[in-house]
């Protein structure tokens, strides 16, 4: 099942914070608030950084990490899983704004398009590479089979069997990424319509490239720069059906790709996923700097991802395992999947004890965002997560196994801006002065 649009939506969010930040430091200077007003606007009028905005020039990068099996034999007969990290396969990123609309009450509507190319000299090896992995189709579908009656599952396991589709999947990264051919697809959506999302080849991006995560309306920041980039709507919606209560269901904060001008430190970074199904929000952890430019460092609050248990508010994203995760199954298909921070840092111990391999970090794996309080841009982004299967034994279905049941880490995904050269103009200089301050920026690695 194509379930890692559901985490990457979650790094999409992050990385158009950065990407866009970065964009708009070209534009012109840092100064006084009345001249940040004007120059952050969205408005056709501020040609250059409306066509930026549009059409975002900087290039940056996704990095995905594979979690390897490599004791698959084991691990069916009862066994904790033992994995190895592969990676990381790169992938440059463009993004491309269509259908943009602006309406009378100073908003506009667009949707955004991603599109996808493999790094060959900034990855670990080729796309040919051959990594094992659970198998979704099957694994995933067994648990959602879970509650069917006995005979139901003795037939999906037949059928298994005869598309000759076992526990693990070892497939090159290319066919993982994008996708392959798979009879069992074909046979699952005519049988079981609803089950899987895809009706096309299964892989874990092959709905994600050149796609759209749908319409989003936000406001200009024409008329109240404190709304700007904020979310009005999306696909219509201004709220959402998938949790149990109003304030989960909330639509709260931007698209991800910036925030309002004049922050302070009790301001926070809300924005609104569609591929997690939900909003988010970020703290504020401590001041910086970076080529002399103030900055805030934003980060993941453990409450973020906790269970009901510790922290009451999220009781209306479950049902819900340990802290640490977030159950997309809701809006997803009833997919057994959750997402998490990279080697589940931050999480449960319980989760990080099961699977060996696994190294958490904050350096490595860690999410925060720096951003430049005066203007709201993001300077210096890391988004980091995790792709996880719910994964146990099912009565009648012995593609299972003996699996203990245990929340099975997939694969994560990093997303950051590597750019060669930021020009950030001295504060001090005056719109009309055509001399600045260039900072350089080092390689984001």
């Known amino acids: 099942m194509n379930k890692s649009k559901l985490a990457i939506g979650l790094f999409v969010a992050g990385t158009l914070t950065a990407v866009f930040g970065l964009v708009i430091l070209f534009v012109g200077p840092i100064i006084i608030d009345d001249q940040i007003v004007k120059n952050l606007v969205i408005d056709p009028e501020n040609e250059v950084s409306y066509t930026m905005w549009k059409d975002i020039p900087v290039p940056f990068f996704m ?18 899983p033992m994995v190895e990290q592969r990676g990381p396969y790169v992938y440059r990123k463009r993004l491309q704004k269509q259908n943009i609309t602006f309406h009378p009450n100073h908003t506009v509507s667009y949707l955004e398009y991603r599109s996808y190319f493999f790094e060959p000299s900034m990855s670990v090896g080729n796309e040919s590479d051959v990594v094992t992995i659970p198998n979704m189709l099957v694994l995933g579908a067994a648990v959602m089979m879970d509650n069917m009656p006995h005979a139901v599952r003795l037939l999906l396991s037949a059928t298994f069997k005869s598309f000759k589709e076992g526990p693990f999947l070892s497939k090159s990264v290319g066919e993982l990424m994008w996708g392959y051919d798979s009879k069992l697809v074909d046979f699952l959506n005519k049988w079981f319509p609803g089950m899987l999302p895809s009706t096309g080849k299964f892989g874990l991006f092959s709905e994600f490239n050149n796609s759209n995560t749908g319409m989003f309306t936000v406001h200009t920041g024409k008329d109240d720069i404190r709304l700007i980039h904020k979310v009005n709507s999306w696909n219509g ?209």
């Open 63 to 80: 990095s995905v990490y594979f979690f390897n099996i490599l004791n698959p034999t084991e691990f069916l007969a009862g066994e904790r």
């Open 237 to 445: 919606l201004t709220k959402l059906i998938y949790w149990k209560t109003p304030q989960c269901n909330m639509i709260n904060g931007t698209a991800g790709q910036m925030w309002p001008p004049f922050m302070t430190k009790e301001s926070t970074l809300p924005f609104y996923s569609p591929d997690a199904c939900r909003s988010l929000e970020l703290v504020y952890q401590r001041e910086g700097i970076m080529k002399g430019i103030p900055l805030y460092r934003f980060v993941a609050p453990k409450t973020m991802l906790a269970n009901g248990s510790d922290y009451a508010p999220n009781e209306g994203f479950c049902p819900c395992r340990q802290s640490g995760l977030l159950n997309v199954s809701s809006c997803r298909s009833n997919a057994p999947v959750f997402i998490s921070q990279p080697h589940f840092y931050n999480a449960d111990p319980v989760l990080l004890d099961y699977v060996q391999g696994l190294q958490p970090t904050e350096d490595e794996h860690g999410l925060f965002i720096d951003i430049h309080p005066e203007t709201g841009v993001p300077l210096n982004v890391s988004i980091r997560l995790q792709l996880n299967l719910y994964m146990k034994e099912v009565s009648g279905i012995t593609e299972t196994g003996k699996i203990s049941e245990v929340v099975m880490p997939m694969i994560w995904f990093e997303e950051i801006i590597k750019c060669e050269r930021t020009v950030i103009p001295d504060a001090s200089v005056s719109t009309s002065s055509s001399e600045q301050t260039p900072l350089i920026q080092d390689h984001v690695d």
